[in-house]
C-alpha cells in the first residue's frame, strides 16, 4: 500500500492482538496504526460505492461477474467519475474469500497466473492489483493529469451509486416483505438474503432508485402487517 500510495486499510477479524507491530512493514508503520478494524466484511465495506473481491477461479463458480486484473481500471474509473468509494478485498492466505465474503462484492478479480499454481502470496497479490490500479487510473497519485476522472464534472448525488450499507438495508426489506409473503421459509432464509445481495449489486442502482425501490418494499410491508378488511 506504501509502495503505491494507498492509505486506507481496513481489517476484518485481526488474527494477531499485535498486528499493528508488524515489525517487516518498513515504513508503513503509520498505515497500520491508522487501520481500521471490523468484526465483518459487512460493517468494513459498508461505505463503500464498488467492491472487487479478489481470488483465483480454479476451484469456484464466482455468482458475479469475473474480471481480469487487467481489466479493472476502466470499472473503476467509472466509478472514480461518479465520486464513489471503492475497496478491494484480499481473503486469508489459505483460503480467501468466503462465498459469503463474495456476496458483498461487485465483481471477483482474477489474477493471471500459471495453471499450475492458481493460488499467490497474499502480500504479493496485494502489491499486483494495487500496482495496476495506481498506473492505469492514476489514482491515489497526486497531481492527476487533465484527463484523470476527478477533473471531470462531478454528478448529481441522485448519479452516484449508493454504498454497500444502503443496498443491505434494501436487501434486508426486501428479505422481510419476502417472509410476510410466505415466499421465503425458514430454510431457504439465508440463501434467499445472499441472492438478494448479489442480485442488487448486479442492477447497478442508483442513490434515486435505491430510494424508490426502498420507498416501493416499506410500502408492501406496511400493507402486508394491516389486519385484512
Not at 458483498?104 to 492458481?118: A, M, N, S, Y
Request: glycine share 4%; aromatic share 6%; with cysteine.
Amino acid at each position: 500500500m506504501a509502495n503505491f500510495g494507498f492509505r486506507h486499510l481496513s481489517v476484518v477479524s485481526a488474527y494477531e492482538p499485535h498486528w499493528r507491530e508488524a515489525r517487516s512493514a518498513i515504513g508503513s508503520s503509520e498505515i497500520l496504526q491508522h487501520a481500521e478494524e471490523f468484526a465483518t466484511v459487512a460493517d468494513a465495506v459498508r461505505e463503500c460505492t464498488f467492491i472487487l473481491g479478489t481470488g483465483s477461479l480454479t476451484h469456484r463458480k464466482p455468482d458475479q461477474p469475473a474480471v481480469k486484473l487487467n481489466e479493472i481500471a476502466p470499472l473503476v474509473n467509472d466509478h472514480l467519475v461518479r465520486d464513489g468509494k471503492i475497496a478491494v478485498i484480499f481473503g486469508p492466505e489459505k483460503q480467501g474469500l468466503t462465498r459469503e465474503n463474495l456476496s458483498f462484492c461487485h465483481v471477483l478479480v482474477e489474477i493471471p497466473t500459471h495453471p499450475q499454481q492458481p493460488s499467490m502470496n497474499l502480500g504479493q497479490a496485494a502489491a499486483v492489483c494495487l500496482y495496476e490500479l495506481a498506473a492505469r487510473t492514476g489514482h491515489p497519485y497526486p497531481n492527476p493529469s487533465p484527463k484523470s476522472p476527478r477533473a471531470e464534472t462531478q454528478p448529481t448525488a441522485d448519479e452516484q451509486a449508493p454504498s454497500s450499507g444502503q443496498l443491505d438495508i434494501l436487501a434486508l426489506l426486501i428479505h422481510e416483505v419476502m417472509v410476510a409473503a410466505r415466499y421465503s421459509p425458514k430454510n431457504m432464509q439465508e440463501p434467499n438474503r445472499h441472492d438478494l445481495r448479489l442480485m442488487l449489486r448486479r442492477m447497478h442502482l442508483n442513490t434515486a432508485d435505491q430510494r424508490r425501490v426502498l420507498g416501493l418494499f416499506r410500502r408492501i410491508l406496511w400493507r402486508f402487517k394491516q389486519p385484512d378488511p
